[in-house]
């Protein structure tokens, strides 16, 4: 990758992940990156969405290399920038992480340290390699829409918990007691629904809770929901849990940090690139924690397209 003096990077600050620890940490972070010799231009990401435009402008200003300091919804906006812009292909932006965020699921999969020095010090490295990315098409208010995610998607049940998820944080909430409030709080409220799923042409038509779509294997913070992901394989792992009542989630609570919970006979396992999924009321989707509404969505895999920095020594590797 070169010496690091001879490149220019963006770095993209969300101030508000982590709880406001983005705002906090900023001068820590900014320190750092000065103290490990890196070049690089400051954008502070201010509403949501920002990221996305920020990351778009910044590869049309000829930036190849950014590093997101913030958490998986903020990298999901700057991989949304990345494939929507149509001036660079996108494998050849390079994006690390700085991860400031409550859940940092993406980082688990491929060996990043949750700790600021160490984590630039892995970016000072520059190991890359190439993952897959999913694309979500749907429609919104009769208006074809495509989005694009980094780690895990989910449907049903799963959806619900984001958007609960999100509704916590924005009260300051945070830490595992989160996920497990809005796992609780989501439970009591949500109906299985008849869905409709296509996984790479096989059909199942079934009462279904959620379905989970892994390029990476974590979510929810730090729940190993596709424990079989591998981010550069060309498949996403499809996770399907269909009708288990509280006494099944509570039986599998230790299982879904584990991934021993896919032994559970209403549990399955798919490897796919192509999944539909529809249901007679439509469904509630989210990528990367990211809300996308109730809908019918076609979820394509598009094979080792986004070139990130990596731990080669921790990369699928846990404990």
């Excluded at 508000?16 to 954008?43: C, M, N, P, W």
Aim: hydrophobic fraction near 40%; glycine fraction near 12%; charged fraction near 20%.
């Amino acid at each position: 990758m070169g010496k690091q003096s001879e490149i220019k990077w963006l770095v993209i600050l969300n101030p508000h992940a982590g709880s406001g620890r983005g705002k906090k940490d900023r001068a820590e972070i900014v320190k750092l990156l000065t103290k490990y010799g890196f070049q690089f231009k400051l954008a502070v990401s201010e509403y949501p969405k920002h990221t996305i435009q920020l990351t778009t402008q910044a590869i049309e200003d000829g930036f190849h290399n950014l590093i997101i300091a913030g958490g998986d919804g903020t990298l999901n906006e700057a991989v949304n920038g990345i494939f929507s812009q149509k001036v660079c292909p996108p494998e050849k932006i390079t994006i690390g992480m700085i991860p400031v965020g409550t859940g940092n699921d993406w980082i688990k999969t491929f060996g990043i340290p949750n700790e600021y020095k160490s984590a630039i010090k892995l970016l000072q490295k520059g190991d890359t390699m190439r993952q897959d990315v999913g694309r979500i098409s749907f429609t919104e208010n009769e208006s074809a829409k495509t989005c694009y995610f980094a780690n895990m998607a989910g449907f049903g049940f799963d959806a619900m918990v984001a958007a609960k998820t999100n509704r916590l944080k924005d009260k300051g909430r945070k830490g595992i007691m989160l996920y497990l409030q809005a796992l609780g709080a989501s439970f009591l409220k949500f109906k299985t629904a008849k869905t409709h799923v296509i996984i790479d042409g096989q059909e199942i038509d079934e009462l279904i809770f959620s379905v989970s779509i892994g390029i990476g294997k974590f979510n929810g913070g730090g729940m190993m929901q596709a424990p079989g992901a591998v981010p550069n394989n060309g498949q996403f792992q499809v996770t399907i849990i269909r009708e288990i009542g509280l006494f099944g989630i509570l039986q599998n609570l230790a299982g879904l940090y584990s991934g021993e919970f896919v032994k559970d006979p209403r549990v399955s396992t798919h490897d796919a690139s192509c999944v539909v999924i529809s249901s007679a009321h439509n469904i509630a989707g989210e990528a990367d924690g990211e809300i996308l509404g109730d809908n019918k969505f076609k979820i394509t895999l598009l094979s080792q397209k986004l070139t990130v920095i990596f731990n080669p020594e921790k990369y699928l590797k846990f404990g």
